[in-house]
């Protein structure tokens, strides 16, 4: 099986609800992009209209192997309509307050699987009705790990633990999967002269990396200073994503505790584990289960989940006062509630048709649309799990 091949293959537009009016402090714009994340994307455009990136809001983050629309506003009178080969911006009325992920109901997907066989399209076929009947877990997917090392990983638990030298090295010296090749041999000579801070001030090449090295220099134990110099919306992404690795071995613990035969399927950050089938008291229980995202205050839906994940912040050495930061305080967890499964609205896929790319293959498009949040290669795994 094959996705995402071209940008056409993986289509998604935001569903929200929208308070546009004809005059307003925000001017409404509707993104349309393939090739670009959405935050590189704004990035570009603010320095292209030159205004400061934080004029610029979204509600949700778009992939950047996809084909995407979605909402923007910008805080500034002039009209930033442009166009270029893989992106459009177009202006479609104003609001009078900022986008942002309140107002998001969604997002509607048209996917297509290709190179499949004639057994795979059998398999995903039937399995269409299975996640009709019984949803299937929602996980964060591996796009929302991009920022954990493999070796050292994710920033945020270092932070929680006091530990801001480690903490530190894995915001400067963290490979991610899509590094060029450049960067990903600047950060290993940041490993390995690690304390040496003139000789990485030498090899710095960004600006943020030039600030840290130099203050290194200066005040070489300078570990706090230098984590409060992370812009507040990169330190919220960082700390989002250790909420969703959290937030995973959650509910895969309690996929485990409730006793179903569960299929894992690899994931960056720990295993998928996924169920086939339902008994009616399980799909009920899991239907109406909503768990709470990591922070120092949180709501348990009943005492033997908040008992798992006590369970899980003891083996990570960490506590729920140790997510109430003091030092690092440009950011903050904050917790909300996740439905533990979700259920696509309005599925349904087209009849297999010969592949255009891959002869002697099919390929079949999906249809449907998720609550926000939720992702769509989740359901694609789901599908085509052993």
Not at 8 to 36: Q, S, T
């Amino acid at each position: 099986m094959k996705l995402k091949v071209t940008p056409e293959d993986f289509v998604v537009r935001e569903l929200a609800r929208l308070p546009a009016r004809e005059k307003g402090p925000y001017r409404l714009y509707l993104l349309e992009k393939k090739g670009w994340n959405t935050i590189d994307l704004l990035i570009r455009l603010a320095r292209a209209h030159d205004l400061p990136y934080r004029l610029f809001a979204y509600g949700g983050l778009k992939d950047r192997h996809a084909h995407t629309y979605q909402y923007v506003t910008v805080k500034h009178p002039a009209d930033l309509t442009s166009e270029d080969k893989n992106f459009s911006l177009r202006s479609i009325g104003y609001m009078d307050r900022p986008m942002g992920p309140d107002l998001l109901e969604g997002n509607e997907f048209a996917i297509t699987l290709r190179a499949l066989s004639a057994a795979e399209v059998s398999r995903i076929t039937r399995r269409v009705d299975e996640v009709r009947g019984f949803g299937y877990p929602n996980y964060y997917d591996d796009q929302r790990f991009g920022s954990m090392d493999r070796q050292m990983g994710l920033m945020a638990e270092r932070l929680l633990k006091r530990h801001y030298n480690g903490s530190l090295q894995i915001y400067l010296t963290g490979i991610y999967p899509e590094e060029k090749k450049e960067a990903r041999e600047r950060k290993l000579f940041f490993r390995e002269h690690w304390g040496d801070w003139a000789t990485c001030l030498s090899r710095a090449k960004t600006t943020m990396e030039s600030r840290m090295f130099s203050l290194l220099a200066e005040k070489p134990k300078a570990y706090i200073e230098a984590l409060q110099m992370i812009p507040g919306e990169e330190l919220s992404l960082l700390f989002s994503a250790y909420q969703s690795f959290l937030f995973n071995e959650l509910l895969r613990r309690i996929l485990q505790d409730l006793g179903l035969d569960l299929v894992a399927v690899p994931g960056v950050a720990g295993p998928y584990l996924f169920y086939r089938r339902l008994e009616r008291k399980e799909l009920a229980c899991l239907k109406s289960l909503f768990l709470p995202l990591a922070a120092s205050r949180m709501e348990f839906p009943d005492a033997r989940t908040e008992q798992l994940f006590v369970a899980i912040m003891e083996e990570r050495g960490i506590k729920r006062s140790s997510f109430n930061l003091r030092k690092v305080r440009q950011a903050f967890f904050k917790s909300t509630p996740r439905e533990a499964v979700v259920f696509p609205g309005d599925f349904h896929l087209q009849p297999a048709e010969p592949d255009d790319l891959y002869p002697g293959r099919q390929k079949i498009r999906l249809f449907f649309k998720l609550p926000r949040g939720s992702y769509g290669t989740m359901l694609i795994k789901r599908l085509t799990m052993p």
